[in-house]
């Protein structure tokens, strides 16, 4: 019996089919997209900080420390003198530490302010655009956590970061990435406000939705003209927006928070590649004019390679 | 010869085909000392296997990524890129004398990349999780690293590795007994129908990946500078991969003819020239039309540190593009291997620069690779030129004229009847005679 299809036939039967699965799965992974102005769903939560009201107890750290179970950093690395091995002393955001209050004091005068560091839960993450098997992740309330079985310790997020959060275990042989994830597993998941704004004595941090505390920011900043710096709440608009809000009565940048666009990350890095590996069709379309370029030159060279060999006795060398 | 006998027909050149270095020891000094800083390198990274990186290498939360990423993958991976370039300007620009260095390009194009991965093995935190590759629903297709921990790897293993294969199944058949030569003839056919899909996919790939690592610094935004950061990285960074790729095989070309006393192709040597020369052009084309695009051309004459990095870096790809315009340039082999280095240097830097020179986290951190990380980092390279210089005496990769083949086969049948008189004929013996 002669087979209705030929090997050819076949095989291109099963490469269209290959080709439509594939097609499909790139399809449905690729189904979000990184607007350049994201906008917060309207059940993100997140946290206002005021510097203006912070006395800079320290309570949030302990707290925070305490719900994510993480170590006393007793090591300090700039001023050796304090490290005795008996208090939390860390000097900036690292693996035993997800918060930390930090002192910035003007160099001649007396004006200081403190300033709280932590994730800024972004609502377009660059850490989440980069991370390539999706450990870093925005969930639920947009509260960006990380899943230790999708992680291959890349820090590519590290990188990313225009806040500098993500810290990687360097002492440990099986590292995690450690960053604060709103308390998400802990507490958020059980309808528990973070544990750093929960200990607030002052209120200086508080949690809430973000359209709330964004609001209640603006509300602050129209009541107390001239109080915070440049009028406005730091994060609205940095980087696409966070989740994270700050207000400061001394420049942003001089408390660490850095000068960034509006537009997101992940918009920057994407809107040209999201085009071209759409379905794929960057990479086949340069695919079918390579190799139809190809095959005629191979066509001309095997010609040539019968010749030579006709000649010389030699076969070709691929 | 061809049968109008026009010059530049593929096989028609003073060098014709690959011939194997037969008339040196395999263990040569050069070969000793790489191996010996190979051995090091790899003690250590043995060690890095069971040590976590932090007391090991001087990497830190500021800069994340050190040597092993942003130099042995981000940047010498650009001068693995050979078989994309000259594999281009050969199979689709139809530069037919090029078919014959081929083999110089596959063989270093493959060692870099297959060192480049091992780094990158070494110096992710978390290897056992790399599994989820292999499932694209666990893939975020948003992530250029996902683009080349996917492609990469592919890449290397399934297609730099088949285009390498007539040339270790040729060994094999010249080796092989009656039964072993009538399966290779077998499945001779199949191979080359094969073939040209292949090499389609192998410079689709390298295409992909290569603009990749140019898009993994996007998302690090203002942390670089903006000399380097631009959409146009991705673009530029493929671009390099096509200055150095082409300066390097002829470097390797020149190097290791110079070594094994082969006499020089000059027309096809000229031939690589151009291609340099047009590679640089390219690249510069483009580089100088982002900066103008972004406004950052007068930032590039202000003499700070950037600026003079950049002009640096312009000038030695200036160099032989202006240099290898000129035929005699071309054709003098001092001079090409000094505009080929050049190149190489200028497409290195590019690439290594805004990974960690002109990168600038907001945390006011040092990084300088430690004492350890260097080692490896030196020991992969050194394992690349080790198992180089053994590849080109085992298999047909060096070109060479068609007297030099048949001297050789020559003084391999003396050999082999030497063999068989003795009555051993295996492979281990034929491997030992080469």
Redesign the interface.
């Known amino acids: 019996m002669k087979l209705a299809v030929n090997r050819r036939q076949l095989l291109k039967g099963i490469m269209g089919a290959g080709g439509a699965v594939a097609g499909g799965l790139v399809c449905s992974v690729a189904a979000e997209e990184h607007p350049a102005y994201p906008v917060a769903s309207p059940d993100a939560v997140g946290m206002l900080y005021d510097n203006t009201k912070c006395t800079g107890c320290r309570a949030c750290m302990t707290a925070c420390s305490e719900a994510n179970g993480l170590p006393a950093e007793t090591l300090c690395p700039i001023d050796p003198a304090i490290s005795t091995g008996l208090w939390d002393v860390p000097a900036d955001l690292d693996s035993k530490t997800k918060n930390i209050i930090k002192l910035y004091r003007e160099k001649d005068g007396d004006n200081f302010s403190f300033v709280k560091r932590q994730c800024m839960h972004c609502l377009d993450p660059a850490c989440v655009t980069g991370c390539p098997f999706g450990a870093l992740k925005k969930n639920t309330w947009g509260a960006v956590t990380w899943n230790s079985s999708f992680c291959i310790g890349c820090r590519y997020c590290e990188v990313a970061c225009p806040f500098d959060v993500p810290k990687f275990q360097w002492d440990q042989w099986n590292p995690k990435i450690v960053k604060c994830e709103l308390c998400f597993d802990q507490r958020l998941k059980n309808n528990q406000e973070p544990a750093c704004t929960a200990v607030c004595p002052t209120r200086a941090v508080i949690f809430g939705n973000r359209n709330h505390l964004l609001a209640e920011a603006k509300q602050r900043i129209a009541d107390t003209p001239g109080k915070y710096f440049e009028g406005r709440v730091y994060g609205e608009h940095e980087a696409g927006g966070t989740q994270v809000l700050y207000l400061s009565g001394v420049a942003f940048d001089k408390i660490g928070l850095p000068k960034l666009g509006n537009t997101s990350l992940g918009h920057y890095a994407t809107k040209v590649s999201s085009v071209i590996y759409k379905w794929l069709s960057g990479p086949i379309v340069v695919a079918g004019i390579l190799g139809s370029v190809i095959k005629r030159n191979w066509k001309r060279h095997e010609a040539e390679a019968v010749e030579a060999e006709k000649e010389t006795g030699l076969p070709e060398q691929l | 010869?061809?049968?109008n006998g026009t010059a530049g027909?593929?096989?028609?050149n003073h060098w014709?085909?690959?011939v194997p270095v037969y008339r040196e020891a395999v263990v040569e000094t050069p070969f000793l000392f790489f191996s010996a800083w190979a051995a090091v390198g790899l003690a250590l990274a043995l060690v890095r296997v069971?040590?976590?990186?932090?007391?090991f290498s001087g990497?830190?939360?500021?800069y994340?990524?050190g040597i092993w990423k942003t130099f042995n993958v981000m940047t010498l991976t650009a001068l693995g890129s050979g078989p994309l370039a000259i594999g281009?300007a050969a199979?689709?620009f139809?530069c037919?004398k090029l078919?014959?260095v081929?083999?110089t390009a596959l063989v270093s194009g493959f060692l870099f990349y297959a060192a480049g991965l091992v780094a990158l093995g070494g110096?992710?935190?978390?290897?056992w999780?790399?599994w989820?590759?292999i499932f694209?629903?666990?893939?975020?297709?948003?992530?250029?690293?996902?683009?080349v921990?996917v492609c990469m790897p592919l890449y290397c293993a399934m297609f730099l590795g088949f285009?390498n294969l007539?040339?270790l199944l040729?060994r094999i058949y010249y080796t092989g007994n009656g039964r072993v030569k009538t399966n290779l003839r077998r499945w001779a056919p199949t191979l080359?129908r094969i073939?040209?899909?292949m090499?389609?996919?192998a410079?689709?790939l390298p295409?992909?990946h290569q603009s990749?690592l140019g898009?993994?610094l996007?998302?690090?935004?203002?942390?670089i500078d903006p000399l380097w950061q631009s959409?146009a990285l991705?673009l530029l960074y493929l671009l390099a991969a096509f200055v150095c790729g082409s300066g390097f095989v002829t470097f390797v070309l020149l190097i290791a003819c110079l070594r094994y006393s082969r006499r020089l192709d000059i027309g096809l040597l000229s031939e690589l020239g151009n291609v340099i020369s047009v590679s640089c052009f390219v690249f510069l084309a483009v580089r100088f039309a982002d900066l103008i695009v972004r406004q950052q051309l007068g930032r590039a004459f202000v003499f700070d540190n950037m600026s003079v990095l950049l002009l640096l870096e312009t000038g030695l790809i200036l160099i032989p593009a202006i240099a290898l315009r000129n035929p005699k340039t071309r054709e003098t082999p001092r001079q090409l291997l000094l505009t080929a280095i050049s190149a190489c240097l200028g497409g290195m830097v590019f690439r290594y620069v805004p990974t960690t020179v002109a990168f600038s986290?907001?945390?006011r951190a040092m990084y300088f690779p430690s004492t350890p990380e260097l080692l490896i980092s030196i020991g992969y390279i050194s394992l690349v030129l080790a198992v180089f210089g053994i590849a080109v005496k085992y298999f047909?990769v060096l070109p060479g004229e068609?007297s030099e083949?048949n001297q050789m086969s020559k003084v391999f049948s003396e050999r082999y009847r030497k063999l068989r008189t003795n009555k051993d004929t295996s492979w281990l013996a034929s491997l030992l005679t080469r």
């Open positions: 010869m061809n049968a027909s593929t096989l028609v014709q085909r690959g069971l040590s976590p990186l932090g007391p990497m830190n939360d500021a994340a990524w281009m199979w689709v139809n037919r078919h014959v081929m083999r110096d992710v935190g978390r290897p999780n790399f989820h590759v694209p629903w666990n893939w975020n297709t948003h992530s250029a690293m996902l683009e921990a285009e007539p040339m040729e080359k073939y040209p899909y090499i389609t996919g410079y689709v295409v992909m990749s898009a993994l996007l998302l690090a935004g203002n942390k959409p991705p986290p907001a945390n047909a068609l083949w």
